[in-house]
C-alpha cells in the first residue's frame, strides 16, 4: 500500500510556494481570459471558433495532428500564445518529460465488483502514438464512470485529453496556477451531456523523520525572511502541514462519464496521481458506498467521494494543529524565553486565519456539486430519491467542514488567549522585578539616612573643628584656646542637631499614622504632637518604658 511520502527539513525548504491564484481568471465567464486591464490586446488574428468546437476527428490520426498540436488555440481561438504564456500552458505545452496517466473504471452494472484494476498508461515521444491509440479506445468504450488521473503532465498529455475531451483551458489554467474554480460549461439539452471543473486547495500533514528540535519554538519553513508566507508549509514539532491541491474536470454524458484529475508537479509537495487512485479504489471497496453506486446511476456521486479525501487531510491537519498549541501552552507555562515561541505562534496565527478561508472555498465547492444536476440523468433516471441521496452525501460533507471550521476557530481563540497569557506572565516577571528594584532602592534609602544621620552627628564637631582651626594650647603651645573649649562648644552644638532633627521627623511620624488610620478621605487632623514634639526625648523614653512593662505584663500571663 503506497502512503504519503515523508519529507524531511531539507526537503521542505526545497518545495516552492504554490502560486498567487488569479480568480479573475478561473472561469469561462470571465470574456477576456489572461488579459488583464494594463495589457496591450494581442494583434493575432483570431478567426471564429468552430460551430462544434470539438474536433471530428477523433479516429484519423493524421488528419486530427493539427488538432491536437494546436490545442488549446486551435478548439479556443481567443486562447492566443500571450495569454497561455500568462496562464503556464505555453510552459507545459513546451515540456516532453514523460507523463503517467493511471486510469479505473468503475463499471455500469457493479455486481459487487469495486473500480477495476488500474492501468498505466505512460506518455512521452516515444509512445505517443500507443498513448494517443489507447485514449481513443476507451473512448469508444461504455462504462459507467473513467477516472483518469494524470502525473507530471506535459505538453503531450495536454494536448491530446484537451483535445479527445474537449476541455476548456480554464481547467488546465486553474489547475496550474492553484486557483479555486468551480463552473459548468459546454451544457448541450440535446445529448444531455456537460463538464463541471472543481478546483479546492486544502491543507494536509507531511510526517518527518527527524527527531523533534529542543527548541521551544518551531519556525516555519521561510522563517529567515520576516514576511510569513502561508503558501509555503507550516513545520510544527512533530510534523509539518503542507499546502495541496485537489483538480477534477467531469464530462458527464447518457453513456460514459470521464473524470480527469490534475496533479501539480512534484516540487509542491501534492497529492501524488497514485495515492488518489488509490483512495478511489478504496471507495469501491466501501459497503455503504458500493450501495450507493449501484442505486444511483448519476455518476457525480464518485466526485463527492473523493471529495472525502480533503475532509480526511483537513482532520489530520487540525488534529496535528492542536497537538501543537497544547505543546506551545505547556511551554509558556514553564519559560519567558517568549521572542522565538512569540513568532511562531503569529506564524501559526496567520496560517490559521489562510486555513478558514480555504475551508470556506471548500463547502462553495460541495455546494456547487449539491447544486449542479447532471443532464444526462435528469430526465430519465432523477426522482425524488436520488435528489435526496445527493443532498444527503452533501449535507454529510458539509457537516465536517462546519466542525472543521469550528475547530480552527477554537484554535484562533486559543492562540489568542496564549499571547495573552504569554504577556500577562511578562508582565507579572516585570511587575517583580520592579518590586524587588522597589525594596532594593528603600534599602538603600534607608542606608543612606543612616549615612546622613551619622553625619548630621558628626557635622557640629567638624563645624567646631573649623572654627577653632585646632590651635589648641596642647597641639600649637603659645595659643588662646585650649582643648576643653572645644568639648565646651562641639558638645551642645551636636545635641542640639539631634534635637532638632526629631522635631522635624515627629511630625512626618505622625501624618503617616493619621494617613494609615483614616478611610482614604482628605480631612483635617488635629496633630497631638504639635507642641509635644518640642521634648520628644521624654516621650520617646516614657513609652519605651510603657512599652516594656507591657511586654512584661504579657510574659507574665503566658506563664500564668
Not at 476507451?138 to 474537449?166: E, H, N, P, Q
Not at 497544547?326 to 489562510?354: D, F, G, P, Q, W
Not at 487632623?525 to 514634639?533: D, F, L
Request: overall charge neutral; aromatic content about 8%; hydrophobic content about 35%.
Amino acid at each position: 500500500m503506497k502512503g504519503s511520502a515523508v519529507i524531511d527539513t531539507h526537503d521542505l525548504e526545497r518545495l516552492h510556494p504554490i502560486p498567487t491564484p488569479r480568480h479573475r481568471h478561473a472561469t469561462p465567464s470571465g470574456p477576456w481570459p489572461f488579459l488583464d486591464l494594463l495589457d496591450a490586446v494581442p494583434e493575432e488574428t483570431i478567426e471564429p471558433r468552430p460551430q462544434s468546437g470539438k474536433c471530428r476527428h477523433n479516429n484519423e490520426v493524421i488528419q486530427c495532428k493539427a488538432c491536437l498540436e494546436g490545442y488549446p488555440q486551435s478548439l479556443f481561438p481567443n486562447w492566443t500564445m500571450s495569454q497561455q504564456q500568462k496562464s503556464l500552458i505555453a510552459g507545459i505545452n513546451q515540456t516532453d518529460h514523460r507523463c503517467t496517466l493511471i486510469s479505473v473504471e468503475l463499471a455500469t452494472k457493479q455486481d459487487g465488483q469495486p473500480f477495476s484494476t488500474a492501468l498505466r498508461i505512460n506518455v512521452d515521444q516515444k509512445c505517443y502514438e500507443l498513448a494517443l491509440t489507447t485514449l481513443r479506445e476507451m473512448l469508444t468504450r461504455t462504462v459507467k464512470v473513467r477516472a483518469i488521473f494524470v502525473d507530471g503532465i506535459s505538453g503531450c498529455t495536454l494536448k491530446m485529453l484537451g483535445t479527445l475531451y474537449d476541455i476548456e483551458p480554464f481547467f488546465w489554467s486553474s489547475s496550474l496556477g492553484w486557483t479555486p474554480s468551480r463552473f459548468q460549461e459546454s451544457l448541450d439539452p440535446v445529448t444531455k451531456s456537460d463538464h463541471i471543473t472543481l478546483t479546492l486547495r486544502f491543507v494536509r500533514k507531511i510526517p518527518k523523520p527527524q527527531q523533534p528540535s529542543r527548541n521551544h519554538g518551531r519556525r516555519t519553513s521561510n522563517s529567515q525572511d520576516p514576511i510569513i508566507d502561508v503558501h509555503k508549509p507550516l513545520v510544527l514539532d512533530r510534523s509539518a502541514l503542507q499546502p495541496d491541491l485537489l483538480a477534477f474536470h467531469m464530462i458527464r454524458s447518457q453513456t460514459t462519464s470521464t473524470i480527469i484529475s490534475y496533479h501539480s508537479s512534484e516540487k509542491y509537495g501534492s497529492t501524488t496521481a497514485d495515492e488518489l487512485c488509490e483512495r478511489l479504489q478504496l471507495v469501491g471497496r466501501s459497503v455503504y458506498w458500493a450501495k450507493i453506486f449501484e442505486a444511483n446511476p448519476d455518476p457525480t456521486f464518485v466526485v463527492v467521494s473523493m471529495l472525502w479525501y480533503c475532509v480526511y487531510a483537513w482532520d489530520e491537519a487540525t488534529q496535528e494543529l492542536y497537538a501543537e498549541i497544547c505543546r506551545l501552552e505547556a511551554v509558556i507555562m514553564k519559560t519567558l524565553e517568549l521572542t522565538s515561541i512569540t513568532n511562531h505562534l503569529h506564524a501559526i496565527s496567520a496560517h490559521l486565519l489562510y486555513y478558514i478561508s480555504l475551508l470556506a472555498d471548500f463547502r462553495k465547492a460541495v455546494c456547487f456539486v449539491r447544486d449542479t444536476p447532471n443532464p444526462a440523468v435528469k430526465d430519465v433516471y432523477q426522482t425524488e430519491d436520488m435528489d435526496n441521496a445527493m443532498k444527503v452525501e452533501c449535507d454529510h460533507l458539509l457537516h465536517q467542514i462546519s466542525r472543521i471550521e469550528k475547530d480552527c476557530k477554537m484554535q484562533e481563540l486559543r492562540l489568542a488567549n496564549m499571547m495573552n497569557l504569554g504577556y500577562s506572565r511578562l508582565n507579572i516577571y516585570d511587575s517583580k522585578q520592579t518590586t524587588h528594584l522597589t525594596e532594593a532602592s528603600l534599602r538603600d534609602s534607608k542606608a543612606m539616612k543612616q549615612i546622613a544621620y551619622l553625619t548630621m552627628v558628626f557635622l557640629p564637631a567638624t563645624f567646631t573643628t573649623a572654627v577653632f582651626s585646632m590651635n589648641v594650647d596642647e597641639i600649637n603651645p603659645g595659643s588662646a584656646p585650649h582643648l576643653w573649649h572645644y568639648f565646651v562648644t562641639a558638645l551642645p552644638l551636636t545635641l542640639f542637631t539631634m534635637w532638632l532633627v526629631g522635631v522635624m521627623q515627629l511630625p512626618f511620624i505622625a501624618e503617616q499614622k493619621s494617613a494609615i488610620e483614616g478611610t482614604g478621605e482628605q480631612r483635617k487632623t488635629v496633630n497631638p504632637y504639635k507642641w509635644s514634639r518640642l521634648w520628644w526625648p521624654i516621650i520617646l523614653l516614657k513609652t519605651s518604658l510603657t512599652d516594656e512593662a507591657e511586654n512584661k505584663r504579657l510574659r507574665g500571663l503566658e506563664y500564668q
